[in-house]
């Protein structure tokens, strides 16, 4: 893609993530910075929700009018792009030595668990482009590097990715929004469950097999999912090597 080929919005998005042309109004007051709003917005975030961010807002917490980060950030929506970037800070180190594949893949899901835990507002934000900010692009190529030593297609990688990625983001989702309304559902469904209709489900309450926690009820079956998922790569993996070896016997 050519500079060219970018939207409008994707182009202020990479100025912005990657400090490009940060410098375009030297009449601006050197104090305020796209660092300093973002902080400023991301700590509102952190402690009242997304709903709470509004360029008026983060204005208001820096002594500034709104008018003034418009100099900087188009838009409440690039604001918001920006905050999820610097949010979400570099993904774990995997450089240590002996580290597996599987090793590298579950510490790096463990550690994007943990930014949804830190900052669960973006579980909220609207997802408008693949990764292009420096944070955001050192998780993904920290994950494609360790899939890229299973063996598989890069294609195959990529989908392998998002499909983790996604699931992780959405089960971290459902255990912020199960906080509330989690708790007592096994007591509800023993109540009401007809086991003529539903017979397995009626044998997993009796046997107790609903955690009334909804973050231990959650985040055992990112693990479980992981595990198993990773499994059948590992297997994929051991396939292709076994036809190569039996073809370079031939």
Do not use: C
Request: hydrophobic residues 45%; glycine residues 8%.
């Amino acid at each position: 893609m050519s500079p060219r080929d970018e939207s409008p919005d994707m182009a202020w998005m990479v100025d912005i993530l990657w400090g490009v042309n940060r410098n375009r109004d030297q009449r601006r007051r050197p104090e305020l910075s796209i660092d300093a709003i973002v902080d400023a917005a991301i700590s509102v975030a952190d402690a009242e929700g997304l709903e709470a961010v509004s360029m008026q807002r983060v204005a208001g917490e820096l002594g500034y009018t709104p008018m003034a980060l418009y100099r900087y950030i188009p838009g409440k929506a690039q604001l918001i792009d920006v905050m999820s970037d610097v949010a979400g800070g570099l993904p774990p180190d995997q450089s240590a030595a002996g580290r597996d594949w599987r090793g590298a893949i579950e510490q790096w899901a463990d550690a994007l668990w943990d930014v949804y835990q830190r900052h669960p507002w973006m579980l909220r934000v609207q997802t408008r482009t693949a990764p292009i900010g420096p944070n955001g692009l050192a998780w993904f190529e920290a994950l494609l590097q360790a899939l890229s030593r299973t063996g598989i297609a890069h294609g195959d990688m990529v989908a392998v990715a998002m499909f983790i990625s996604s699931a992780i983001r959405d089960l971290a989702r459902i255990a912020n929004e199960l906080v509330p309304m989690g708790l007592g559902y096994a007591s509800v469904l023993q109540r009401i469950l007809d086991g003529g209709r539903f017979p397995t489900l009626a044998a997993m309450i009796a046997a107790g097999s609903f955690e009334e926690d909804p973050d231990r009820g959650v985040k055992p079956a990112v693990e479980y999912g992981l595990s198993r998922l990773l499994d059948g790569i590992e297997n994929v993996s051991a396939a292709k090597k076994a036809r190569k070896t039996r073809k370079e016997s031939r």
